[in-house]
Nanobody, 125 residues
Framework: QVQLAESGGGSVQAGGSLRLSCTIS????????MGWQRQIPGREREGVAA???????TYADFVQGRFKIFKDNAQNTLYLEMSNLKPEDTAMYYC???????????????????WGQGTQVTVSS
């Protein structure tokens, strides 16, 4: 069974940057597609970005070129690099993996079965 552990969240001012990391252990997910999701209090969890096994990426419309998802398979680590952060980006961010290692992942939260504990991102104006 895969285990996911996020880190890198924090508090920044609008316009700032953060890099989130997710260490992946167990389950043969080294080359699998993966995703980042987020949850704003009072709202449903939503997809932020997804990366396929071949490195192709998909982003939510609200990202608008500000985030980059990438994966270091040698280090079994998934990243989300975020820049030009806005107060509306304030949320708990989760690393997510599908039920079985896959080639392509979509943004929908229903794609994912395994979740990390989350890392909080707070952006102040």
């Amino acid at each position: 069974q895969v285990q996911l552990a996020e880190s890198g969240g924090g508090s920044v001012q609008a316009g700032g940057s953060l890099r989130l990391s997710c260490t992946i252990s167990g389950g043969g997910y080294t080359s699998s597609c993966m995703g980042w999701q987020r949850q704003i209090p009072g709202r449903e969890r939503e997809g932020v970005a997804a990366i396929d096994s071949d490195g192709d990426t998909t982003y939510a419309d609200f990202v608008q070129g500000r985030f980059k998802i990438f994966k270091d398979n040698a280090q079994n680590t998934l990243y989300l690099e975020m820049s030009n952060l806005k107060p509306e980006d304030t949320a708990m961010y989760y690393c997510a993996a599908p039920f079985v290692p896959g080639r392509r992942c979509i943004l929908s939260r229903y794609e994912y079965h395994y979740w990390g504990q989350g890392t909080q991102v707070t952006v102040s104006s």
